[in-house]
């Protein structure tokens, strides 16, 4: 027992950390629809703004401090300057970096004794508390929510962020256990996807866009018609104008994000189909698919965490130590912000090389590497993270041939031995290739200048996937009874 | 000096190899047909839609609030 | 010990088998991750994060829905609340 592990540090706050209890009896298909609902629009609901911040107009203030990561924002879920500020960004970062630790065995953890791995779940939730906090600290004292607080206003904003955070990893969890189907943090990210991509095309909400009070509608598809017979625009500037306004979705973006999710789709249904055969029963044969993206939106997923912990820690050096002084060193190393339209703070170089463009046309005039860096890093930490997933998550080859041999079934014209070794051909060169495929997806979407939207939708329609494929298992095991269906009318496709 | 040139070129083999593992590997995908595609589009359009609206009009709620309060 | 046994033959392909099977229960004995180890968790497609109901302050999963539905309208009544009563903050 030598040597220290990690894991025993959730020990001393295991008696204050709240639990969701099991189900005692296994929860029917109808019930797990409702929680899984009902938990992603509480938290879709928690996108409410802060209370505390600073009251005066952005205007007055001669360099405010503004959104920094702007483009990681769909990818997470996350709202500026609401409860969710950073969406469910610490509960799928600490999940994932502790697996990935752990299969990695840097962290020693054995799963097969059942009290690690309680220990090892309390403390990826630790963990994700403790990055709620840190996180809202770094965006209270960089001026975030302005530039003069009062301790009690920094107490309150503290108390909403972690608290908020908390409940999201509860809602998370009570989905996990059993509630919900499988998922928590996918089923709220597919979910709050969802909503954004609807209030994007058909949003009604009007928001002000220029000084003298005009209002456009959030949805790209409503503006288009409202502006067709707007007063103060003419009937083609209003078309144009629906088509290219940068300051809120327009029709251009809203049909790229369309095209990708199609690609999505075209891409998730590309599969090698290895024929088996059961070994108790002769003349049982059927095909076994192996899906290109093998490990789904989880590359992508990875790749952004990596970005925001990139991009954190360079808002921290920047803002917080260099106050985004362009004379400093850290500045002149790390690169500073600009802020754009006093809404957003657009990373300058070389910070600027792991960040989307915020059109095409500052791609080519403004970051004319960027395509070629981000893109890189993408596929590489997306094909290095889908290998080392494919190996530790319990679907790699050897698990697979293991799950066969129980069921008994084999591969057709193989041996039995030879099963493990004809699915280590397939199972890694499908999770690399599929996860580099999408990340170049990725990368081409964000390059147009899709500022998040086209990675999240990614995530959205894959996570969605992924989702979809063990709720149909669930509802042919629950024998097609559900009232739900019934109601609805909807017959299975 | 051999070694290192050596393995120089192993590193610059790897994406190559990678590339062409990953191109075969999508030759012999088994690819929808434009008739199942469409049919998976429209299921998951449709899905997507439907939540998406669901939350869109909780979200709804969110302005008159706003309204109330700011 | 006397006499040096012949390579290849029955011996080298027995131990051989001994070390593939140690080799496979070594990586049976330490699993990476909880799915591996056969209680569920995350998959090669979702992100699964609880599986095992860990010692703690036990919480009904309704109990959790309410609350915090009741911390956001708290945060929505500290609103009214900052209003009513003008530069309170």
């Known amino acids: 027992m030598a040597g220290f592990r990690l894991i025993e540090l959730a020990k001393p706050f295991l008696p204050l950390l709240p639990e969701v209890e099991l189900p005692y009896e296994k929860i029917g298909f109808d019930d797990k629809v409702v929680y899984t609902i009902i938990a992603a629009l509480i938290y879709v609901f928690g996108q409410f703004p802060l209370v505390g911040m600073a009251k005066a107009p952005v205007e007055e203030v001669s360099s405010p401090v503004l959104d920094p990561i702007y483009f990681l924002r769909g990818a997470f879920a996350a709202e500026p300057k609401t409860l969710l500020e950073f969406g469910i960004f610490p509960v799928v970062s600490s999940a994932l970096v502790m697996q990935v630790l752990a299969g990695l065995k840097l962290v020693k953890v054995n799963f097969k004794v059942r009290q690690d791995r309680e220990l090892f779940q309390s403390c990826t939730k630790l963990f994700s508390i403790l990055q709620y906090f840190v996180l809202a600290n770094v965006f209270i004292f960089s001026g975030y929510y302005g530039s003069d607080l009062t301790v009690f206003q920094i107490a309150l904003l503290n108390v909403q962020l972690v608290l908020a ?234 698990d697979i041939s293991a799950q066969f041999k129980e069921q008994g079934i084999t591969l057709t014209g193989h041996r039995e031995q030879g099963i493990s070794k004809e699915l280590e051909k397939i199972v890694p060169v499908a999770s690399t290739t599929g996860a580099a495929v999408l990340a170049v997806l990725v990368a081409v979407g964000e390059l147009l200048g899709l500022k998040g939207k086209g990675a999240s939708i990614i995530l959205g329609v894959s996570c969605g996937f992924s989702l979809l494929e063990l709720i149909t298992v669930e509802y042919q095991q629950s024998g097609g009874q559900s009232a739900l269906t019934q109601v609805l009318g909807v017959s299975g496709a | 000096m051999a070694k290192s040139g050596n393995q120089i070129e192993k590193l610059a083999e790897a994406p190559v190899e990678f590339v062409k593992d990953g191109s075969a590997f999508i030759q012999k995908c088994k690819k929808p047909n434009s008739k199942d595609f469409t049919k998976i589009v429209r299921a998951v359009g449709i899905g997507f839609l439907a939540v998406g609206v669901i939350g869109y009009a909780i979200k709804l709620v969110h302005i008159p609030i706003r309204y109330l309060i700011v | 010990m006397s006499t040096p046994t012949p390579p290849g033959g029955h011996r080298t392909l027995q131990k051989r088998r001994q070390a593939q099977s140690a080799k496979e229960k070594q990586q049976k004995q330490s699993p990476a991750s909880t799915r591996q180890a056969g209680f569920g968790g995350s998959s090669n497609s979702v992100l699964k994060l609880y599986t095992d109901e860990a010692n703690g302050l036990r919480v009904d999963p309704l109990v959790v829905l309410f609350l915090a539905v009741g911390f956001i309208f708290s945060v929505v009544a500290l609103h009214v609340v900052a209003k009513v009563t003008g530069k309170l903050f």
């Open chain 1, 165 to 398: 955070g908390f409940f999201v990893t509860l809602l998370v969890e009570v989905i996990d256990k059993g509630y919900g189907f499988t998922s928590g943090s996918m089923a709220i990210t597919a979910v709050t996807i969802a909503t954004n991509f609807v209030g994007d095309v058909f949003g009604v909400n009007q928001l002000p866009v220029d000084s003298e009070g005009h209002t456009e509608a959030q949805g790209a598809v409503i503006n288009l018609l409202q502006s067709m017979r707007s007063s103060h625009k003419s009937f083609l500037g209003g078309i144009v104008g629906a088509f290219n306004r940068d300051y809120l979705p327009n029709l251009t973006t809203t049909l790229l994000v369309v095209v990708l999710a199609a690609a999505v789709c075209l891409l998730n249904n590309f599969r090698v189909e290895l024929a088996i055969r059961s070994t108790r029963t002769r003349g049982v044969n059927n095909v076994y698919p192996i899906r290109l993206l093998y490990i789904g939106g989880l590359s992508v997923l990875f790749s952004y965490v990596i970005l925001f912990y990139i991009h954190i820690a360079a808002f921290v050096l920047v803002q917080l130590v260099a106050g985004n002084d362009p004379s400093s060193v850290i500045y002149k190393i790390v690169g500073g912000y600009a802020s754009s339209n006093n809404l957003l703070y657009v990373p300058q170089f070389p910070l600027s090389l792991l960040t989307p463009p915020k059109s095409v046309w500052d791609c080519v005039t403004r970051q004319p590497l960027t395509p070629m860096t981000f893109t890189t890093f993408l596929v590489l930490t997306g094909a290095w993270f889908a290998n080392l997933w494919q190996r530790i998550s319990g679907s790699s080859a050897r």
